[in-house]
């Protein structure tokens, strides 16, 4: 084998060449992609709250444009209310995800301000899976995943269909990626 920068005749094999210094060749990093398994929204059971007072809002402006025939204006300002808060909390639900690929869990939160939190699933300490009574009426959950690499990074799903098949997910991957 010979150096391409002097000619220098080099040992099998070698890195480096041995009289001018000069990189023999590189070595390749492993070719392993990283690729999405599941992306992770809350369940719409999260947003009640928001969709039952946007109903309320929209019937009740309803109600007096229809029915009372007093100024307009408060009739459509209900339903312009209603409106906003179904499509704030829509956006939201939107806004807020969870994505398992095979190397790590990434969290997202935000629309004007985002927020991105990352946890390496070779780093995962603790999967847990907590559900209320009328969580599991409803088929919803959370899934609490602690870090080994700090005591207090955590990342909650929060009100997620079906938790213990995320779970269950989550401890596959993480298998895959320690062996």
């Not at 010979?2 to 590189?26: E, I, K, N, W, Y």
Request: with cysteine; hydrophobic share 45%.
């Amino acid at each position: 084998m010979r150096c391409p920068q002097c000619g220098f005749d080099v040992v099998q094999g070698a890195t480096f060449c041995s009289r001018c210094g000069t990189r023999l060749f590189a070595p390749r990093p492993a070719a392993q992609r990283e690729y999405a398994l599941v992306r992770i929204l809350p369940s719409w059971w999260h947003f009640v709250r928001e969709i039952v007072l946007g109903v309320i809002l929209a019937c009740g402006g309803l109600y007096i444009l229809l029915a009372l025939h007093i100024d307009f204006r408060i009739g459509i300002g209900l339903l312009a209310a209603a409106v906003l808060v179904i499509t704030s909390a829509t956006m939201h639900r939107r806004n807020t995800s969870w994505s398992l690929t095979s190397d790590r869990l990434i969290e997202r939160r935000g629309l004007v301000s985002t927020h991105r939190r990352e946890m390496e699933l070779g780093d995962v300490r603790s999967i847990e899976v907590d559900r209320t009574f009328m969580q599991r009426v409803l088929g919803i959950g959370n899934v609490v995943i602690a870090s080994a690499a700090s005591t207090d990074f955590v990342i909650r799903l929060w009100d997620v269909p079906d938790p213990e098949r995320i779970a269950e997910m989550l401890r596959q991957a993480r298998l895959k990626r320690l062996a």
